[in-house]
């Protein structure tokens, strides 16, 4: 028998889709006179979180949102980052506020996420936010997974009681991950750094989310005919090529649907934010009345 080859969801056209709603939602927004506005705020100067923020700016200004960038030295002490987050906080032309990481080691992330107002925490970091998806009621779920469950709805791919698994305890993809296919009532396994023998569990996915950051961490062998495998990984390897974690050849042979990277889950995590910033400004128009 011939193997199976998965279908290779296309993240980027999910993503025009969601964002072609996006400058619906917009338009709508501003003929009641609210202009949606994300304020970004990058700390030094790492090339890879400045290529994040750009694309996510470009990305504000093809939906209609207006972006504003603060930008800081890498050696700025955190009450001037506080400061800043608090005029954002009382800003109404305001509706998310966005803290590109890592930050430096002067700066503790925990306290600076707090600072965030719940309301405009459109990455979804802030510990209220967290709370939020652990009962089942988030004001903004977090970009990235939220990117996934959207991906895994418009492949119509069931959720409710399949096995999830997923690699990886990051608070920014793994956990929230977790909880949020949780809430869909699959039975949701996290593994991580610590997990022995990996295998014995991601054999078991019905839905196998990976997001640990190392290339070829998932071969064919360990995972289960027919399942459906989401790659969150983005692995730059020695010869500038741009890989996940899964060894996409090989276990496209054997799952029924896998996502590609680039061009997977990387393009929706942007799209989300659009989603909950334009979400902000729908839920408080009143904050950028013009
Ligand atoms: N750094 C890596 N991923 C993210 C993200 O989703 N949001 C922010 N703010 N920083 C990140």
Redesign the pocket.
């Known amino acids: 028998m011939l193997a199976p080859t998965a279908k290779i969801i296309d993240g980027k056209a999910v993503s025009a889709k969601i964002r072609a709603k996006c400058k619906e939602r917009v338009a709508d927004l501003k003929r009641r006179g609210v202009v949606p506005g994300l304020a970004v705020i990058l700390v030094g100067s790492d090339p890879a979180?400045a290529l994040?923020v750009r694309n996510k700016m470009r990305a504000c200004a093809d939906v209609g949102i207006k972006s504003l960038r603060y930008d800081f030295p890498s050696d700025v002490s955190a009450d001037d980052v506080l400061a800043t987050i608090n005029d954002l906080n009382a800003n109404q032309d305001i509706h998310g506020i966005?803290?590109?990481?890592?930050l430096p080691p002067q700066i503790a992330t925990a306290k600076v996420l707090r600072a965030i107002s719940a309301e405009k925490d459109v990455?979804g970091?802030h510990l209220y936010n967290v709370g939020g998806l652990v009962v089942g009621d988030t004001v903004f779920p977090?970009?990235?997974p939220y990117g996934v469950v959207k991906l895994l709805e418009h492949e119509q791919i069931p959720v409710e009681g399949r096995n999830v698994v997923v690699v990886g305890a990051s608070n920014?993809v793994g956990k929230p991950m977790a909880l949020m296919l949780m809430q869909q009532d699959a039975t949701v396994c996290i593994c991580h750094a610590k997990t022995r023998d990996l295998a014995q569990f991601t054999i078991l996915a019905d839905i196998l989310v990976v997001a640990a950051g190392r290339p070829n961490l998932i071969l064919p062998q360990m995972v289960k005919t027919g399942a459906a495998v989401i790659d969150v990984g983005i692995n730059r390897l020695a010869d500038g090529r741009l890989v996940g974690d899964v060894d996409f050849e090989g276990v496209r042979q054997k799952a029924s649907y896998i996502t590609p990277v680039p061009g997977g889950v990387g393009p929706m995590?942007v799209t989300m934010?659009l989603v909950n910033t334009i979400a902000s400004a729908e839920r408080h128009p009143d904050r950028s009345l013009v």
Request: proline letters at 13%; glycine letters at 0%.
């Open positions: 979180s994040y966005l803290v590109q990481l890592p990455d970091f977090p970009c990235t920014i995590t934010l």
